[in-house]
């Protein structure tokens, strides 16, 4: 959970997370069958496919770092860096360090993990457009000894203002482990502006060229493009001409559970000045195939169900087969002592 201080009571104001009974409303929208096969995708399946099904918390996490590494996997990049801005108590970036290390394990992609954080909270409103009805200096500090020593060897805080820590990150980071993700969770419009200057560093290898993007406080009813972090996405794609952040368009269509709200706080940055954007391969004229399995609108559902089948015969064709061992030992024993 995040800690607002209270100026006023000197007690801090804390924003809870959402409960039980909220998630399970919004659960119970969803088709009953989907959630039936979900149980037993929660019992039996792989990483994976949990994170298909929206089981693994934060689930915009585990999507946006799974889908990272799929990214990468097709360029044949072995390590990405992903990347928290805004960090408070450290909750959501272990989070991403945990599913990292998971979704390495099933993909073979490796992560680099960064958190940028002020480390005494936040600083002062600018102007309206950095919303000081929302929020205010001081929000959200950070334990930064006790993180530091929670994260793991592959993950490091950032710490400092961002216009300052940002220009020598980007400078230090290697092209060989590009950066395939970042959450946008700074809250005011004037530190998202210095934050997406993460994504105009001149060497277009630095990134994946379409790189996840998660934007966090864009949900409540005095969010808008005119502020706060839509307006920085605004005035990034009006100032980059061959670097824009675009929705993730038809994400929802292809989730398997299409009413969860982070759905529409995912975006890419199409990173169009990237040498893959720029070159052909070399290959066969594109058919449309006549097979009907080909032609699939829920991608996830679809492997999730298929991977489930599969292991599901692997598992019986194991099964017979030492039945069929023991059966053969036992008659190899009987024909002995007779």
Not at 35 to 60: C, E, Q, W
Not at 191 to 215: C, H, M, N, Q, R
Not at 245 to 271: A, E, G, M, N
Request: charged residues 25%; aromatic residues 10%; hydrophobic residues 40%.
């Amino acid at each position: 959970m995040k800690q607002k201080v209270d100026s006023e009571s000197e007690q801090p104001f804390i924003i809870h997370p959402r409960s039980w009974s909220a998630r399970l409303a919004e659960r119970l929208t969803e088709p009953l069958h989907l959630n039936i096969l979900a149980a037993f995708v929660k019992l039996f399946g792989s990483y994976t496919m949990k994170i298909d099904f929206d089981l693994i918390r934060p689930r915009h996490y585990a999507f946006a770092i799974l889908e990272a590494a799929r990214f990468a996997q097709r360029q044949g990049v072995s390590t990405i860096t992903i990347i928290e801005f805004g960090v408070a108590m450290g909750k959501g970036l272990l989070a991403m360090c945990d599913i990292a290390k998971q979704v390495s394990r099933e993909t073979g992609v490796q992560f680099s993990v960064a958190g940028f954080d002020t480390g005494c909270g936040m600083p002062p409103p600018v102007d309206y457009r950095d919303h000081p009805d929302l929020y205010q200096a001081g929000d959200f500090p950070m334990n930064q000894e006790e993180l530091a020593r929670e994260l793991p060897p592959n993950a490091r805080l950032v710490i400092g203002d961002i216009k300052h820590t940002v220009p020598g990150f980007l400078a230090e980071l290697s092209p060989e482990q590009p950066i395939g993700f970042a959450a946008i969770d700074v809250d005011y419009y004037s530190s998202a502006v210095e934050a997406l200057k993460i994504f105009s560093g001149p060497d277009p290898t630095k990134y994946l060229p379409l790189t996840l993007v998660y934007l966090d406080d864009i949900v409540l009813p005095s969010h808008s493009r005119f502020t706060g972090e839509l307006l920085a996405v605004e005035e990034f794609n009006q100032a980059n001409a061959m670097r824009k952040i675009d929705k993730y368009r038809f994400l929802r269509s292809q989730r398997i559970f299409k009413q969860p709200r982070w759905i529409s706080q995912v975006f890419l940055l199409h990173v169009f000045d990237h040498p893959i954007m720029n070159t052909t391969k070399a290959r066969q004229p594109k058919i449309y195939a006549d097979h009907p399995q080909r032609r699939r609108s829920r991608p996830y559902l679809i492997s999730s169900i298929d991977q489930l089948l599969n292991d599901g015969w692997r598992s019986r064709r194991n099964h017979a087969s030492r039945q069929s061992r023991l059966v053969s030992q036992g008659a190899g024993q009987y024909k002995g002592s007779a």
